[in-house]
């Protein structure tokens, strides 16, 4: 870098020497170096890096240049590289856009908005293709749509859940977590700018969307769904502000255990679709600009059509299928450190920067984001915050001890230290790498928990959970089946997790490879 001296013995004047020494390198080599064009007068040698050669190799082909100027044949090389590269990465920040719009769309099959509620009454099963549920619980949601104005939720009592909206982004906790605290009670959703006057007697909710996914699980009595399936019957009620006081209108409940049923996007070209949908329907204002900006830069623009031509339609096509495995190698074979419960460990957190996937307040942590809407459903702090003895924390993995990917033709071993730290209940359940759901094989629930009947639990209170084609000889309700020559991945859950899981002074042994 030239000094202030070096300036002055190149004959400029002392203020502006001392200013172009202040300004750094880029300014002082813009001063040296011989002329360009030696014939002509004003001509100074541009800085490397400035001017690009008349030919240049790249990954998509030559480039051929006329002092700067792309040819044209260039210029349509870099325009289809440049479509692609914004088509993928809209497809990885679409992922929980298109996540939300597909079950949405499933849920509508059953009836119209606002007044279906699919509930799994015999707990979710692996008959359902969902983002990896469990089966602990039992699963009830609605989805609203606040177009027409205001909505009120009557919410069961005893039920744990959130109100997500149509971006996938937590809006509010319900249940035991959220202002009801677990009592029931009356929502207002409000929709997108809502100006008029609000009512006591509510939590009230102001949606940024005006589709909202309002999910809740509800819990075991002895073993037995029913009893939450009852309170849900009995309490949940949905309708217009405008007619409140007046006897709500009857819901309709949709049994949906042991019910092929699909609420999982696809990867390939209907993932814009689904994209388009939700632009469309939302205002504007509901999304950064930088997001949006992305969406119509390969046509997907608010009250525009979404009609790409020959060209752009394969592009699109491609980049769902560049997106959708680049989502897998984000999933399966993370770059993130914090992603990691602990040292030498495949234990992983599904939550890398919280909640809201932040690499600090206000900076989204893309690898994070796209992992967990890629591998599975509903956002709360619920699921990630320091609750001890209320909500759920999860651990996950696809790998062994040894860091190789789970293979269903191989047996397995999960050893569970004594004191597992659950005031309610754990789990261990397996889910399909393809699918992201619960694998399907002979085991209708392919898991095993703390509510299994007939669970061996060890003489020091520890638990040996088996994973393979076969179950090893008397260890059938310890045993999860796997399907030989398939991939799968599991979720240790834990609900209402005690202080020793967030102190690390207790954790989960790695699944061993049995021989």
């Known amino acids: 870098m030239l000094t202030k001296r070096d300036l002055l013995r190149s004959g400029a004047t002392t203020a502006f020497a001392v200013a172009a020494a202040k300004s750094g390198p880029v300014l002082a080599q813009a001063l040296t170096g011989a002329p360009a064009l030696p014939d002509f007068k004003f001509s100074t040698s ?24 792309p040819d044209k044949t260039s210029a349509e090389k870099l325009f289809n590289n440049l479509d692609f590269q914004r088509a993928v990465q809209a497809y990885l920040l679409a992922i929980p856009a298109a996540s939300q719009a597909a079950d949405r769309n499933a849920i509508r099959s059953l009836g119209p908005v606002n007044t279906v509620v699919p509930i799994w009454e015999e707990l ?7 983002l990896t549920f469990n089966d602990n619980t039992v699963y009830s949601w609605a989805w609203v749509n606040l177009s027409t104005g205001p909505l009120v939720l009557e919410l069961p009592p005893k039920v744990l859940g959130a109100i997500n909206d149509i971006w996938f982004r937590w809006v509010i906790d319900l249940g035991i977590t959220g202002p009801d605290k677990g009592e029931g009670g009356k929502y207002l959703l409000l929709p997108p700018g809502y100006s008029g006057q609000v009512p006591a007697g509510y939590h009230i909710v102001r949606s940024p969307t005006y589709n909202l996914w309002l999910p809740w699980r509800s819990f075991l009595t002895d073993g037995d769904p029913k009893p939450g399936v009852d309170l849900v019957k009995k309490h949940t009620k949905i309708y217009p502000l405008a007619d409140a006081g007046k006897p709500a209108p009857a819901l309709k409940y949709v049994n949906m255990s042991g019910v092929p049923f699909n609420i ?15 632009v469309q329907e939302e205002p504007t204002e509901s999304l950064d600009q930088i997001r949006l900006g992305y969406y119509a830069s390969i046509g997907i623009q608010k009250g525009k059509p979404f009609e790409p031509d020959e060209r752009m339609k394969k592009i699109l096509t491609d980049a769902a299928v560049a997106g959708d495995a680049t989502a897998r190698a984000i999933a399966f074979h993370t770059r993130e450190k914090e992603a990691f419960y ?3 460990s495949n234990w992983q957190l599904p939550f890398i920067g919280g ?42 993995t696809a790998r062994d001890a040894k860091g190789e990917p789970l293979d269903g033709s191989k047996n397995y071993k999960l050893h569970l230290p004594p004191n597992i730290p659950v005031k309610d209940f754990w789990s261990v359940i397996l889910y399909s790498n393809q699918t992201r759901s619960m694998i399907q094989t002979d085991q209708r629930f392919p898991s095993v928990s703390s509510q299994t009947k007939g669970l061996l639990v060890n003489p020091d209170g520890s638990v040996e959970v088996h994973f393979g084609p076969k179950s090893p000889p008397g260890k059938e309700n310890n045993w999860v089946q796997t399907v030989p020559d398939r991939g799968w991945n599991t979720i240790l859950r834990l609900y209402g997790p005690l202080e020793p899981w967030f102190a690390k002074t207790w954790r989960p042994g790695e699944i061993e490879l049995q021989s």
């Not at 082909?61 to 002092?67: I, Q, S």
């Not at 979710?124 to 969902?130: A, F, H, Q």
Request: hydrophobic share 40%; net charge negative; proline share 7%.
């Open 264 to 278: 999982v996007n696809p990867a390939g070209y209907a993932f814009w679709e689904l994209l388009n949908q939700v």
């Open 342 to 344: 602990y040292e030498h």
């Open 355 to 396: 909640y809201k996937f932040q690499v600090e307040p206000g900076v989204l942590n893309l690898s994070g984001y796209i992992l967990y809407y890629f591998m599975a459903t509903g956002v709360t702090p619920a699921m990630e915050e320091k609750m001890v003895g209320r909500g759920s924390q999860y651990a996950w």
């Open 124 to 130: 979710v099963d692996s008959r359902t293709i969902g």
């Open 46 to 69: 541009a800085p490397p890096g400035i001017e690009c050669p008349d030919k240049v190799e790249t990954r998509f082909g030559t480039l051929n240049f006329f002092d700067g100027l």
